[in-house]
C-alpha cells in the first residue's frame, strides 16, 4: 500500500519539498553562499521540470518507452518508474543542497543540469517529432541549464581533476541505479536491457518507426 501511494503521489511530494527549498530561498537568501542558491535554484527548476515533462502530452515517459518498445503501459507503472526518478533527484539535487560545502557533490546538479538541457534538444531529432520541442526542454534551457552554469561558476574555483571525476562517478552511479529501477517498473529486468538498448539504437538510427 505505502508503495502504491508513492507511486501515485511522488511528484506532489516532490512538489511540496521544491516549495520548501523556494520558501527557504526567499527567507535565507542573503546568508547563503551563491553555490547553495544555484542549487536552490535548480530545485525548483527541476521541480517545474517534472510538471512539464510527466503532464504535457507526448511527455518524456511516453517517448521513451515507444523508443525501448514497451507497449500497453499502464499509468500505474508510469508512476512507479517516475517515483524512481523522485528518489534520484533527491541524490541528484537535494543531497548537494544541504552539502554545498563539498565541491564535487555541489557539481553533480550541474552535470544533471547540462546533460538534461542536451538530452531534450537532441530528443527533438531522436524521436522525430514535428515541432522544435520535446517535453521538458522548455524547463532544462530556461532554468536547469543557467542554474548548471552559475554552479560551476561558483563553485568549481579551484577544484582538482579527481573531484571532477568524483562527481561524474556519484552521478552515473545514481543515473544508472535510477535507469535499472525505472525499467524495472515496466517488467524490464537488467538482463533484458542490453536487447532492450539495441532496439533504441535502431530506434534512433530510424531503422524502425
Not at 501515485?8 to 516532490?14: D, V
Not at 535565507?28 to 553562499?33: A, K, L, P, R, S
Not at 521538458?136 to 542554474?147: H, W
Not at 515496466?186 to 534512433?204: H, M, N, Q, S, T
Request: hydrophobic share 55%.
Amino acid at each position: 500500500a505505502s508503495m502504491e501511494f508513492w507511486a501515485k503521489h511522488n511528484l506532489h511530494i516532490l512538489t511540496v519539498a521544491g516549495i520548501a527549498v523556494a520558501a527557504y530561498l526567499a527567507i535565507g537568501w542573503d546568508g547563503m553562499e551563491p553555490v547553495q542558491r544555484s542549487i536552490g535554484v535548480f530545485i525548483v527548476g527541476v521541480t517545474l521540470h517534472e510538471w512539464e515533462e510527466m503532464r504535457f502530452p507526448g511527455g518524456f515517459f511516453d517517448l521513451m518507452s515507444k523508443m525501448f518498445g514497451i507497449k500497453d503501459a499502464t499509468e500505474l507503472q508510469m508512476e512507479k518508474a517516475h517515483g524512481a526518478v523522485a528518489i534520484a533527484i533527491v541524490f541528484f539535487a537535494y543531497v548537494p543542497f544541504f552539502l554545498h560545502e563539498i565541491a564535487w557533490l555541489a557539481m553533480v546538479p550541474a552535470i544533471l543540469g547540462i546533460f538534461e538541457s542536451f538530452i531534450y534538444v537532441a530528443g527533438i531529432k531522436i524521436h522525430r517529432l514535428k515541432r522544435p520541442y520535446s517535453p521538458g526542454m522548455a524547463t532544462a534551457l530556461l532554468i536547469l541549464l543557467p542554474s548548471a552554469v552559475c554552479i560551476i561558476a561558483f563553485g568549481a574555483q579551484g577544484m582538482p581533476a579527481w573531484e571532477w571525476l568524483l562527481s561524474i562517478a556519484y552521478y552515473l552511479a545514481t543515473f544508472l541505479l535510477m535507469e535499472v529501477c525505472v525499467w524495472g517498473a515496466f517488467g524490464i529486468g537488467p538482463k533484458e536491457l542490453p536487447d532492450r538498448a539495441k532496439g533504441a539504437r535502431a530506434y534512433v538510427l530510424g531503422k524502425r518507426p
